[in-house]
Structure formats: C-alpha cells, structure tokens
C-alpha cells in the first residue's frame, strides 16, 4: 500500500524556520520525482517544489525560491521542506505527494502527482 505521510507543521512566528518531512512507503521511493504542494485557506492547491528521483535537482514556486529547500533521503525514504524566513502568507496546509512523470523534466502541476499525504498545517503569525 502506498503510503506518504507528512509531520513537522506547527505554528511559528514571521521570520521563522519550519522543516516538513514525509515518509513514504509501499514503492520503490527512489524511482520517483517528490514534491510539496500547499493550500491556502479558500485558495487552489499550489506547488511549493520538487525534487527528482536521485537529487539531481530541485526546482521551487517563484514565492518561495531562495526561502524554502527541498532534500530527499533516499536510504530512509523521506523528503523534507526546510522553510526559512516565514511570511504569514505561507499560511497554508502542505502536502507531500508522489509524480507520476518520468525521468528529470520539471512537474509543477497538480495532475501530475498521485498519491498524495493527508497534509500539515502550517501557520505564520506576523
């Protein structure tokens, strides 16, 4: 059974650091490109980053590129989110979840992941 589970959101002040994981089970992990997605309150679901199968490389959303850093641990099966800096506007409840795209090119788009974790919250106080 496929299984991704995110941990490590909480409630942290403006400025702030948070790092997510998820832990993943039921495939071959290191076959897959991760990423991390989030919804805010009212809002679609947005991408946040991804990584490709091996590490090689990781790519971000434009409002979070050179705040937030995607790793993978691929021995332990995890992928975890770094998050510096905190802006109240990231605000929202992250999720984990699994491409169905081969090979290295970017996946940034909802459809192109399944399965997906049940989500942390993750709130930014100014």
């Known amino acids: 059974q496929v299984q991704l589970v995110e941990s490590g959101g909480g409630l942290v002040q403006a400025g702030g650091s948070l790092r997510l994981s998820c832990a993943a089970s039921?495939?071959?992990?290191?076959?897959?490109?991760m990423g991390w997605f989030r919804q805010a309150p009212g809002k679609e679901v947005d991408f946040v980053a991804a990584?490709?199968?091996?590490?090689?490389?990781?790519y971000y959303a434009d409002s979070v590129k050179g705040r937030f850093t995607i790793s993978r641990d691929n021995a332990e099966n995890t992928v975890s989110l770094q998050m510096d800096s905190l802006k109240p506007d990231d605000t929202a409840v992250y999720y984990c979840?699994?491409?169905?795209?081969?090979?290295?090119?970017?996946?940034?788009?909802?459809?192109?992941?399944?399965?997906w974790g049940q989500g942390t919250q993750v709130t930014v106080s100014s």
């Open positions: 039921g495939f071959t992990f290191i076959t897959y490109t």
């Open positions: 990584i490709t199968s091996r590490g090689a490389k990781a």
């Open positions: 979840a699994r491409s169905t795209q081969l090979g290295n090119g970017e996946a940034r788009y909802v459809y192109q992941y399944t399965p």
